[in-house]
C-alpha cells in the first residue's frame, strides 16, 4: 500500500499547498525557518503547512481544537499534524493567512511516507467508512443503561444493587469510547447529531464536559508524552513516570508547576503500589476537573449546554444512590461504578507510561517518530475490540486520529511497514504484559524518588488532589 520513502531529506513536491491567487504571479515572499520560529507567541503566531506560511494569530481564540495545539507548534513546520487532523477540504481556508512560502522547507523520509500513506487513506475512504460499531454501542449502552436503573429501583436484593453500580461502571465505560470516537471524527454523519450524542452519552451519562476533554485530549495528541506539555502525563503529587519530573518543570497545560515537595516524594515512593487503588476512584478527579472547567474556564464552546449535561448527570446519578435502602448499600454502588469504571483508567495509562518522554515542545516535522516513539498498542483477538474500545492500536490511532476505529486494524501492518523501514519503535505488548511494564516503570520512579531532594514546599493536598489528571 505505502510503497514510498527515498533516504535523506527532499524537497516538498505533491503535499505543496496551492498559491493564493494574489500570489499566482510570483512574487511570493521567501521565508526561512529561522524567521518563523521568531513569531511563536500567542500575539505573534505563524505555523508552517507543506512549505507555506500562515500567519494564524487572529484565528487562535476561534480556532475548534483551542489553541494549545497551536501555540504548542508555533513557530515551526506542523504538516504533519494539521493533515492528521483536518480533512483535505480545510487547506482551501487557509489562504486568507498566507504570508509566503519557506525558502529552506524539506520534508523527512519518515514524513514522506507518512503522507503518502495518509492520501492512500483518504482516497480509500477509509476515514468516512465509520461501520455499524457507533450504533451497536449506543443500543448496548441504552441496555445497560436500563438494566443499572431496574436492578436499583425495581429489586430488592442487595446483590442486585451491586450489579448495578457495575452495569452504570459498564456503562460509562462504553460512554468513554463513544465520547473519544465522537470527538475525533463524526460517529453518524451529521454534526449536529454527533453533538447531541456527545452531550448525551458523555455530559448527561458521565458527568464529563466533551469541551472539557477536547481540550485536554487535543493538546495530548500533538505533544503526545511530553512531560511539560503533555496533561496525560501530570499526574503530580501521586504518581510520576519519569525523574525528570523531580525537577519542578512548569506546565504548559494547566500553567503552574509541578512541584516535586515533599507530599510529592512521599506519594511516589509508593506509587506502584497505589496506582490501582487510586485508578479505582480516578473518576472523582475527572468529574472534579469537568465541572470546574465548564464554571470557570473563559472559553468554552456552547457554556449552556456543557453546564446544562453535566447538570443533569449531577440530578440523576445522586437520585438514583438516594433510591437505595440504606447507606452501606449507597456506598457500596458508588465504590463498584467507580472501581469498575477504572479499568477504562488504568487502559488510558497503560499506552504512555511505560514509553519514551521527553521534555519541551514537539517538533511538527518529526509527528511519525514522536508518535510512535510515545504509544504502546495492546495485543488482542479482533472478538475483544469492543474491551479496548480502538485503544488497542494506539500507535495507528495517534497516527490517523480521524480514522473511525473498525479501520485501524486493517491499517496496523502498513504502519508496521513504515515503522520497520525507517527504525522506528513499533510497540505492542499483551494486556498484561502492558500492565507489567507500567508497574515497572512507576516502580523504577518510586525507588529513585526516595533518594532524590525535593526543591519545594508541601503545597495544599486538597487543591493538587483536584488538580492532578488521571
Known sequence: MAQVGQGGAMPPAADAMPAPKDAADGDVRMISSKELRAHASADDLWISISGDVYDVTAWLPRHPGGDLPLLTLAGQDATDAFSAYHPPSVRPLLRRFFVGRLSDYTVSPASADFRRLLAQLSSAGLFERVGPTPKFQ??????????????????????????????????????????????????????????????????????????WWKCNHNTHHIACNSLDHDPDLQHMPLFAVSTKLFGNIWSYFYQRTLAF?????????????????????????????????????????????????????????????????????????????????????????????????????????????????????????????????????????????????????????????????????????????ANVLTWKTLRAAALQARNATTGAAPKNLVWEAVNTHG
Not at 268 to 293: D, E, G
Request: net charge positive.
Open 261 to 433: 515537595d515533599a507530599a510529592s516524594k512521599f506519594f511516589i515512593s509508593y506509587q506502584h503500589w497505589t496506582f490501582y487503588p487510586v485508578m479505582c476512584v480516578a473518576r472523582i478527579n475527572l468529574l472534579a476537573q469537568s465541572a470546574v472547567f465548564v464554571l470557570t474556564e473563559r472559553k468554552v464552546p456552547q457554556r449552556f449546554l456543557e453546564i446544562a449535561g453535566v447538570a443533569a448527570f449531577w440530578v440523576w446519578y445522586p437520585l438514583v444512590v438516594s433510591c437505595l435502602p440504606n447507606w452501606w448499600e449507597r456506598i457500596a454502588f458508588v465504590l463498584f461504578s467507580f472501581s469498575i469504571c477504572g479499568i477504562q483508567h488504568v487502559q488510558f495509562c497503560l499506552n504512555h507510561f511505560s514509553s519514551e518522554v521527553y521534555v519541551g515542545p514537539p517538533k511538527g516535522n518529526d509527528w511519525f517518530e514522536k508518535q510512535t516513539a510515545g504509544t504502546l498498542d495492546i495485543l488482542c483477538s479482533p472478538w475483544m475490540d469492543w474491551f479496548h474500545g480502538g485503544l488497542q492500536f494506539q500507535t495507528e490511532h495517534h497516527l490517523f486520529p480521524r480514522l473511525p476505529r473498525c479501520q485501524l486494524r486493517k491499517i496496523a501492518p502498513f504502519v508496521r511497514d513504515l515503522c520497520k523501514k525507517h527504525g522506528l519503535r513499533y510497540a505492542a505488548a499483551s494486556f498484561w504484559d
Open 138 to 211: 449506543l443500543v448496548g449502552m441504552a441496555i445497560l443503561f436500563c438494566a443499572a436503573l431496574y436492578c436499583a429501583l425495581a429489586c430488592t436484593s442487595a446483590w442486585a444493587h451491586l450489579l448495578a453500580g457495575g452495569l452504570i461502571g459498564f456503562v460509562w465505560i462504553q460512554s468513554g469510547w463513544m465520547g473519544h470516537d465522537s470527538g475525533h471524527h463524526r460517529v453518524t454523519g451529521h454534526r449536529a447529531l454527533d453533538r447531541i450524542v456527545q452531550l448525551l452519552s458523555g455530559n448527561c451519562l458521565t458527568g464529563l464536559s466533551i469541551a
